[in-house]
């Protein structure tokens, strides 16, 4: 049914009335892709960790380098082009993100040294911190914020996915082909990718709308968002959100945001630390517990499937029940994290389902708190707000390699690595609980602010 709008057009009230459309889903569809594989290339590496140490007679310790340096490239993308998405454009930075990525993955397969591997994976870290973060703040400015935490579950179930295939891709491709396989698959895909989505992404209606001079732009895009209205041909759109002057990052921490936002980003780093501690080193040291090389690779998909049934429950009851969900996800976590040192040594059928439950409390917790990135921020800061958090947080994820390459170098026992693990989820459930003390004011305080445009 066609009804007629007035010549004020609230963005706001058009997106939050919306069913879920044909528009909405193309847009979920093409983010749940670039997550998914996005998800593949984080866990690449690890995955071909195993086989590249044996090839090049690498010292275990001396290769968590290459872990922690493509994450710190990832920080520095979450962090710098995060910032630039808030100013040029969501759009440019998701494509230039998985571009960027899906070069120097490619390039990994060609690698013959540490230090090749090392620079390589440092920039491809780079394209994907810059557009994980990005395609989440995309996502959700299509979204009515009822919904919102659901949509960003949906989008890490999708790089869960990616990243639990890419364990069952390297379990088929290694032993057939070799390690370079799985970096073949993890780069050619990202750059076809990236070439497709410069003509099916459309940019954030929201910021198209607060940078001004972008009518036709915004008028396009609602008309096929909400078919059912009738935009007259002079509608002025008006946003109520403002767009202040500075660097957005400042904004952080102003009108009371600095609790949430220091206490977001302990969050962050204790949480990746145990996640990365896991998922980097997982398949490695059940392989160094004597289990055979498939079932640990396949153990370290089901670690990150576990994480996509767990990250679409958890936001699921996010959206109901509240951040205490999220902090459960974390208590949760902590014994079946040091289950996993145990069941290693009794049986496989005993690890597999331990390990599932560990990636569905520890990984699906970690998405639920990106649900709460990806919404206690306004729009104006959303991307910033997003990419700080998930760039700070890999400090924690550069130190969870590090650390677990130091004390298997010390041949700790195995059952102890796993309590190394565990201390920072329970950490992080403290954090998380201080996030959820923050006034809900602070997440979205929008002022009124009409932004004049007008439709060709």
Known sequence: ?????SKEVDIEALIEGQKFGWFRAWVLFWSCVLMFFEGYDMQATAYAAPSIIQAWHINKANFGSVFGLGLFGYMIGATLLSNLADRIGRKPVIIGGAFLFGVFTLATAFASSLSALLALRFIAGIGLGGSIPTVIALAVEYTPSRRRARIISVLWVGYAIGGATGGFVAARLIPQFGWASVFYVGGIVPIALAAVLTFTLPESVYFLALTRNRSK????ILARLRPDVTLDGDAQFVVRE?????????????????RMTLSLWFAYVTSLLGHYFLTSWLPTVLVGAGVPLAHAVIAGGLLVGGGAVGGFITCWLLDK????????S????VPLILSIGAAAGVSVFLLM?????????????????????G?????????????????????????GPALGGVLISFNVPTSQLFIFAAVPALCC?????????????VARAPQVAPVHQRTA
């Open 330 to 333: 974390f208590v949760l976590a």
């Open 321 to 328: 029940r509240g951040i205490t969900v999220v902090a459960m």
């Open 1 to 5: 049914m066609e009804m007629s709008q």
């Open 429 to 441: 459930a403290g954090a998380v609980y201080l996030v959820g003390r923050a006034p809900a004011a």
């Open 353 to 373: 389902p331990t390990v599932f439950a560990t990636g569905a409390c520890l990984i699906g917790g970690q998405m639920g708190l990106n649900a709460v990135s």
């Open 217 to 220: 732009k915004v008028g396009a």
């Open 242 to 258: 403002e767009k202040p002057s500075g660097i957005p990052v400042a904004a952080l921490f102003t009108d009371g945001r600095a």
């Open 375 to 399: 919404t206690y921020y306004p729009t104006y800061i959303r991307s910033s707000g997003t990419g700080w958090a998930n760039g700070v947080g890999r400090i924690g994820s550069i130190l």
